[in-house]
């Protein structure tokens, strides 16, 4: 896939520790890759028996590179689909919920916490997963009502987090 400026793919260790800890409740979810990029973290998703991933992307070049990774790979629009359009715009408009969230802005470029309370109005299903995912010296964001943290950790230059919606507070 063309790498294009700006991107920042997950690191590789990251994306094994992350994917450890998700590995008994990953088969059959429907995920949401805000920010996909290279579509790393989607792509590993259905590798893992994710049954749906949904994924946002706002450059135009690198939707249309994952679109045709995705047609390669045999992905049909019902597993898998790229929207080419800005994460928060996306969140912005109308919500189906989610079972697991990967939430990896451009590092500086959008707060965490906000995107935290945009999932938060109607994009998570009961349970979900929240994966969170900034520079290693920013703090982890404050979180909506009956979110949890499950895990965290850091790697490089990243600090990354696993969260949980645990209550029915959506939009409260």
């Not at 898998?80 to 500086?108: E, I, K, S």
């Not at 309370?117 to 703090?139: F, K, N, S, V």
Request: charged fraction near 20%; include cysteine.
């Amino acid at each position: 896939m063309t790498v294009a400026p700006g991107l920042r793919p997950t690191p590789d260790r990251v994306r094994e520790t992350l994917f450890n800890w998700l590995a008994p409740v990953i088969p059959g979810m429907r995920c949401l890759d805000l920010f996909a990029g290279t579509g790393a973290l989607g792509l590993e998703a259905l590798s893992r028996g994710a049954a749906e991933v949904c994924f946002v992307e706002r450059q135009a070049t690198v939707a249309r590179a994952l679109e045709q990774a995705l047609a390669r790979l045999g992905c049909g629009p019902a597993q898998a689909a790229v929207v080419n359009v800005d994460a928060v715009a996306y969140l912005r408009g109308r919500a189906r919920p989610f079972d697991l969230a990967f939430v990896d802005p451009p590092f500086g470029e959008v707060a965490l916490g906000d995107l935290c309370t945009l999932l938060h109005g109607g994009w998570l299903a009961d349970g979900a997963r929240i994966y969170l995912e900034m520079g290693r010296d920013q703090p982890l964001p404050p979180l909506p009502p009956g979110w949890e943290v499950l895990r965290e950790k850091e790697a490089g230059q990243v600090r990354y987090a696993l969260a949980r919606r645990t209550a029915s507070t959506q939009g409260a």
